[in-house]
């Protein structure tokens, strides 16, 4: 278990940023919180409820951007 993880871990590293970012899974995420983030504004701002669903959605199109960077930050380590 630990060398397969050492494996994945390695593999990352050995990835571009954009060879990662042109995967199904990040790319699906993406658009999703887009999506998300589109459509509060085309509903419009009107309640709390509304601020809410823009940082919700805001704060998951944040997470993929870190996600996406974070294995090319540890590289140098």
Same mark, same amino acid.
């Given at each position: 278990? /630990? ?7 390695? @593999? !990352?590293?050995?990835? &571009? ?7 199904? %899974? +990040?790319?699906?995420?993406?658009? !999703?919180? $887009? #999506?998300? $983030?589109? &459509?509060? #504004? ?8 509304? +601020?809410?669903?823009?940082?919700? !959605? @805001?704060? +998951? #199109? $944040?997470?993929?951007?870190?996600? /996406?960077? &974070?294995? %090319? @930050?540890? @590289?140098?380590?």
């Amino acid at each position: 278990m /630990l060398v397969e993880n050492e494996k994945k871990l390695t @593999s !990352a590293r050995d990835e &571009s940023l954009l060879t990662r970012a042109l995967r199904w %899974e +990040w790319l699906g995420q993406m658009a !999703a919180s $887009i #999506f998300w $983030i589109v &459509s509060v #504004f085309t509903y419009g701002i009107e309640s709390l409820g509304d +601020w809410l669903q823009l940082c919700a !959605a @805001s704060a +998951w #199109f $944040i997470a993929n951007l870190a996600a /996406l960077v &974070s294995v %090319e @930050s540890h @590289s140098g380590d």
